[in-house]
């Protein structure tokens, strides 16, 4: 059985970093695309980052590129996504998800992690 697992999330201030971590496991992981999304209360699950499988081609939302950098160590199955100057509406459950392909990725993931909780704090 495909899952995801998401660990590092916590409270920070703004301006802080905080790492999160995905490992994957039932699956082939170094065969999918990976990528990163997040959930605040009351608003869309919405994208944050995704990385492709093989090249590592990494893509980001507008309201990151610059301020998080997403990384996969596929001999560890795991994703990474390395969060910096972190500001107030960065807030939200962040999830880790997995795709067949990147195009899948972004559009129905073949399998969702659990969900980690980052909090920033003025």
């Known amino acids: 059985q495909a899952q995801l697992v998401e660990s590092g999330g916590g409270s920070v201030q703004v301006g802080g970093a905080l790492n999160l971590t995905c490992t994957g496991s039932?699956?082939?992981?170094?065969?999918?695309?990976l990528g990163w999304y997040r959930q605040a209360p009351g608003q869309q699950r919405e994208f944050v980052a995704a990385i492709s499988a093989g090249l590592e081609i990494a893509d980001y939302a507008a309201s990151v590129k610059g301020r998080f950098i997403i990384s996969r160590d596929d001999a560890k199955k795991s994703l990474y996504l390395r969060m910096s100057s972190l500001r107030s509406e960065d807030a939200a459950v962040y999830f880790c998800?997995?795709?067949?392909?990147?195009?899948?990725?972004?559009?129905?993931?073949?399998?969702w992690g659990q969900g980690t909780q980052v909090t920033v704090s003025s």
């Open positions: 998800a997995a795709g067949a392909n990147s195009r899948i990725l972004r559009t129905a993931p073949n399998c």
């Open positions: 039932g699956f082939t992981v170094e065969n999918y695309a």
